[in-house]
């Protein structure tokens, strides 16, 4: 990405597509349906994957692997669809171009310190990951 710029926004699609901020969302059904042969009945708790959605590997070949270059779309569900979309996404994308374009531009090498700290599910993050960083010259 030093040397092409230009695939920062790639990277940045291709991330939320295998890193997705938040894995599941929990809902209510409001009124029987039938899914894939299955009846949910209204009241039944259900579980949207949207990570699942990011990872179909009738979309995306090898879909739990990172590649920049991938054809196509770069993600699919990683901010949920439809009523439910992040209104934030928008935001968390220029963001995280801005955070890996300074990144690229000032630090050369890091490593990471110690053990790093996971977040708990369904949202995937860190509660820490201590770093050391050379800074580029």
């Known amino acids: 990405m030093r040397a092409n710029p230009k695939l920062i ?49 009738d979309v995306f070949a090898d879909a739990d692997s990172v590649d920049i270059d991938r054809p196509g779309k770069t993600q699919l569900t990683s901010f949920g669809s439809g009523n439910h979309r992040c209104l934030g996404e928008g935001l968390a994308r220029i963001e995280i171009r801005a955070i890996l374009s300074t990144w690229l531009e ?6 990471v310190d110690g053990t790093p700290e996971r977040g708990t599910w369904p949202t995937q993050g860190w509660h820490s990951m201590p770093m050391s960083f050379t800074a580029r010259s």
């Open 106 to 111: 000032r630090i050369d090498t890091f490593k």
């Open 9 to 57: 926004t790639k990277a940045v699609g291709e991330f939320a597509r295998v890193f997705a901020p938040t894995q599941a969302t929990a809902r209510t059904a409001t009124r029987d349906v039938e899914i894939g042969g299955r009846t949910i009945c209204a009241g039944e708790r259900v579980l949207q994957m949207w990570a699942s959605g990011s990872r179909d590997e």
